[in-house]
């Protein structure tokens, strides 16, 4: 069985989290501007997936890590969020903590 592609939601998400439009989106990642909010709608509806260089740029501009794009719950995306935010030494410290339990 084929699971729902999860890179629309979730792009529409952080893009609306971070109060910009599609457009202001499209320009800031480098599209052009006559073309840039009827690209991003159609990754936001998904007509069209992104390129991984385009879904970085978009990650950058959104403060979100790569894999949020790919996460297929609510919670899985939260906790990426909450861990790409961590040092790497805390980021050891959850795993030894999460793997002695």
């Not at 439009?21 to 480098?30: F, N, P």
């Not at 970085?56 to 894999?67: D, I, S």
């Not at 961590?86 to 050891?92: N, R, Y």
């Amino acid at each position: 069985m084929q699971t729902e592609n999860p890179i629309p939601a979730r792009l529409k998400a952080a893009r609306k989290k971070a109060q910009l439009t599609q457009k202001e989106l499209g320009v800031r990642i480098g599209m052009d501007e006559s073309s840039a909010s009827g690209r991003m709608n159609h990754y936001e509806k998904g007509r069209h997936t992104p390129d991984v260089a385009t879904l970085q740029r978009m990650a950058k501009e959104l403060g979100v890590p790569l894999n949020y794009f790919f996460c297929e719950n609510e919670t899985t995306a939260e906790l990426v969020c909450l861990i790409s935010k961590m040092t790497e030494d805390e980021q050891k410290q959850l795993i030894s903590k999460l793997s002695n339990n």
